[in-house]
């Protein structure tokens, strides 16, 4: 009796996964996106993270602020990684929209599925996304990792075509700053989908508990880069600002160095941990741990990386679109887009860095 009960259930569960791969391996089918919309104001978001119908009670999300190593998995609590988590929190940030772009398509590209908020006049749309901060000197850009060269290709150098800042203020003045930061804001193409919609976000950084004082809000931003077939969009920020500019670049750093030291430790691991901070319902910022399932390759982009779309359990809600999803067993970029059953999350299609023990693992 039992073995013929446990071997139908694991025929049906290798039926389940099968068919989750083939949802997921048609690349065409998309999930239900986690963009929370509303048509009241700032204070309906705490009835939304009360009366939360995809995970009632939020029991699988830790507010960041009362985070400890216990809730890492045993073999994973260490200071580094504990430090990670946080620092990663530091860079993610809420993102609110006040406008829909006319030019929202009717459908996800190439498919029949709905794209979100499409033709409607939705008031305010929330979302999450990260900072990634670059400090310029005189038209010379340093990244995050404190290097002056391209992440994508080494030998370039980061330069802007213009030598001071471009702010507004500088723009008026006679003596424009020399030294100015831009901040990158990535989040999906679903959250944030043109310029209309970019000069009509505000991002709110360090949202980690009602009233913190620290909590900043920028906006005037423009779009830097965006892919509705990839769902991916990065705003930018220009400030020269030195207090807040030196503040931020100096998180963006300390998550670059610290994953330094995690990542040799666990990217060749058979590792499936997964986490990701974001802020279900626009309210104050969550972490979720869990593990990722698939990760599927879409496209080639070069030798070193390939486009894939991920799939994993780490409790999301509807305000999560946007958050960067960071596995320990792989690098890779992607943002989260979606789910696709009450516990089953999806990614936009993003990178992964393929190194040659990776490249049989999951490609
Ligand atoms: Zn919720
Ligand atoms: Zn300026």
């Not at 009960?5 to 048609?26: P, T």
């Not at 998309?30 to 939360?52: L, M, R």
């Not at 609590?77 to 940030?93: F, G, N, P, Q, W």
């Not at 913190?212 to 077939?229: D, G, H, I, M, Q």
Request: charged residues 25%; hydrophobic residues 30%; positive net charge.
């Amino acid at each position: 009796m039992g073995t013929s009960w446990s071997s139908s259930a694991e025929s049906e569960q290798n039926n389940e996964r099968r068919m989750k791969k083939q949802k997921l391996l048609s690349k065409k089918t998309f999930g239900h996106h986690e963009v929370e919309g509303y048509n009241g104001d700032d204070t309906d978001i705490q009835n939304h993270v009360e009366s939360c119908r995809k995970n009632p009670g939020h029991a699988n999300f830790i507010p960041i602020t009362r985070f400890t190593q216990t809730d890492l998995p045993e073999d994973l609590r260490d200071d580094t990684l504990y430090e990670l988590i946080k620092a990663i929190s530091d860079i993610t940030v809420r993102i609110r929209v006040t406008k829909v772009s006319p030019g929202r398509p009717q459908f996800f590209p190439n498919t029949e599925d709905p794209y979100p908020f499409s033709g409607t006049n939705v008031k305010m749309r929330l979302g999450s996304g990260e900072i990634d901060v670059y400090k310029f000197i005189k038209g010379w850009g340093y990244n995050s990792q404190g290097r002056s060269s391209n992440f994508f290709d080494k030998d370039k150098a980061i330069e802007a075509t213009y030598k001071a800042c471009p702010c507004e203020k500088c723009g008026q003045s006679d003596k424009p700053k020399e030294v100015w930061w831009e901040i990158f804001v990535y989040t999906a193409a679903h959250v944030v989908f043109d310029e209309i919609e970019a000069i009509n976000t505000t991002c709110t950084l360090l949202y980690d508990n009602k009233g913190r004082p620290e909590t900043k809000a920028l906006n005037k931003f423009s779009v830097s880069y965006v892919s509705v077939e990839y769902d991916k969009c990065e705003l930018k920020h220009v400030t020269c600002d030195v207090s807040l500019g030196d503040k931020l670049y100096k998180m963006s750093r300390r998550c670059c160095d610290l994953w330094e030291e995690v990542r040799p430790k666990h990217c060749r691991s058979q590792s499936k941990f997964m986490f990701l901070v974001s802020h279900p319902h626009g309210g104050i910022k969550q972490l979720s741990l869990g593990e990722w399932r698939e990760n599927e390759k879409v496209k080639k982009l070069d030798k070193n990386f390939v486009l894939t779309k991920l799939t994993y359990t780490a409790g999301t809600c509807p305000g999560s679109s946007g958050a960067h999803v960071y596995c320990l067993g792989f690098r890779g970029g992607h943002l989260h887009g979606g789910a696709l059953e009450p516990n089953i999350n999806y990614s936009c299609v993003l990178y992964t860095y393929k190194t040659k023990s990776q490249h049989r693992r999951y490609i």
